[in-house]
């Protein structure tokens, strides 16, 4: 149930998958939470629905006809930051890694419960929103790399890296806590939200994408440090 005046009222969510069973009940279940729906089968006509009517969320099944959710998710990465639940009854690690790559910011797998997935959803579209950083510096520096955390642009020695969403949310925490090790429950909450905890595999994933863009050796880091055990540290490295 939603409250007059829940923000829920003016999010829309595009909904893509070919099976007319769980197209219809994701619908029903998002239009009783609030939700303004837009629901497609082809993932052939998903980049239009999207710049058509400009959803804040999509939800996205790999298997679909004319283009796979993969190529759909890719392409749409191209265009649109809208943030990507992808949805299948695959569960093996290469498509979580293959969904990722191109830039989902999460992956469910069907059979999935209600429940999760409208927590998901929610986690989600509030990550989506513009962050609050308070206190924290517009830009921030040190050798060899500069973020701007309001144009969410990173250079690399002068050059500009293109990262995914979730990549870019996961580079700003850890720098805006450079010198301190963030455990991969912290890390995991305050990027994906308090939903998440125990999805190891995710910072895994996203954080060897971030590498190869970011360093120099994805090898022998100088940026981002693992902790083993425990999780991540932010390293400013010295000049030269």
């Known amino acids: 149930m939603y ?65 796979n959710g993969f190529e759909v998710c890719r392409q749409t990465r ?46 989600v579209l509030r990550r989506s929103m513009a962050p609050d950083l308070g206190h924290a510096p517009s830009i921030f520096q040190c050798p060899g790399m500069e973020i701007n955390f309001q144009a969410r642009c990173i250079l690399s020695f002068g050059r500009e890296i293109k990262t995914t969403p979730i990549e870019f949310d996961l580079l700003r925490v850890l720098a805006l806590n450079a010198g301190k090790v963030l455990t991969h429950k912290a890390l995991l909450k305050q990027v994906w939200g308090p939903e998440y905890g125990q999805e190891r595999e995710y910072l895994r994933v996203h954080l060897s994408h971030l590498r190869r863009k970011i360093e120099m050796d994805p090898t022998r880091p100088r940026y981002i440090q693992t902790i083993p055990r425990i999780g991540y540290r932010f390293n400013s490295p010295v000049e030269g």
């Open 3 to 67: 409250l007059a005046g829940d923000s829920r009222l003016q999010q829309r969510i595009l909904v893509v998958d070919d099976e007319t069973p769980v197209l219809t009940l994701l619908t029903r279940t998002l239009e009783r939470e609030g939700y303004e729906i837009i629901s497609n089968r082809d993932g052939g006509d998903v980049l239009e629905t999207i710049r058509d009517q400009h959803p804040e969320l999509v939800i996205l099944d790999i298997n679909l006809p004319t283009m």
């Open 78 to 123: 191209e265009v649109s930051q809208v943030p990507i639940i992808m949805i299948s009854g695959r569960n093996s690690n290469e498509d979580k890694v293959r969904a990722f790559s191109v830039g989902a910011d999460d992956y469910i797998t069907k059979p999935f419960i209600l429940q999760e997935l409208l927590a998901r959803v929610r986690a």
